[in-house]
């Protein structure tokens, strides 16, 4: 695939840059700043970009302001963010939206390289990455029960299709039955995992999270 990076951190850019190469893929561009980046997106429409949360000049959310762009803007392009740390509140914004060709990694994740690279492919082909500590934290300012138990066969499948990252036009297709049919299960879904009803979250993002934590 072909991919650009972001990381204000010119060890990491080269690391990952011969690591991607000896994977057989194609670095198009690699930069240290949001503004970089999205000009680099405009210029050479990669698979997919793998962004780091902090950048320049204020090191605390400009690159998560420019993959939130570039999910606007391009949405094509798969966006694999990375983060030192779980932040919370960041996470939250990403995933606000629809998961389908995301990603959010803990650097460390990197270090281990089968991982990594499979995350990679998942976003590339549409699908979700999410670190298992990002989960497991976003998930702890949820309920800390574990109801998948209570899905039925048809909703857990609808679940399942979700956390591949795909719309409900496509899981009915899938499935051979209408979207309002999906809209429905999914409706039921949220409610049966006793999801919140807060503004700062999707609960059909955590509906996804408590899958995958499960």
Known sequence: MRLILADDSVLLREGLIRLLDEAGHEVVAAVGDSRALLDAVERHRPD?????????????????????????????????????????????????????GLGYLLKDRVSEVADFLDSLERVHAG???????????????????????????????????????????????????????????????VEKLDLPRDPDYSRRVLAILRYLDG
């Open 48 to 100: 997919v970009a793998v962004i780091d949360v902090r950048m320049p000049p204020t090191h605390t959310d400009e690159g998560l302001r420019a993959a939130l762009e570039i999910r606007e803007r391009r949405p094509g392009v798969g966006v694999l963010v990375l983060s030192q740390y779980v932040e919370k509140t960041y996470a939250a914004t990403l995933l606000a939206g629809a998961t389908e």
């Open 127 to 189: 699908g979700a990455a999410f670190d298992p500590e990002v989960v497991r934290q976003l998930l702890a300012r949820t309920t800390h029960a574990d109801p998948l138990s209570r899905l039925s066969a048809r909703e857990t499948e609808v679940l399942e299709h979700l956390a591949q990252g795909l719309v409900n036009a496509a899981i009915a297709e899938r499935l051979h039955v209408s979207s309002s049919t999906v809209e429905k299960h999914v409706n039921a879904i």
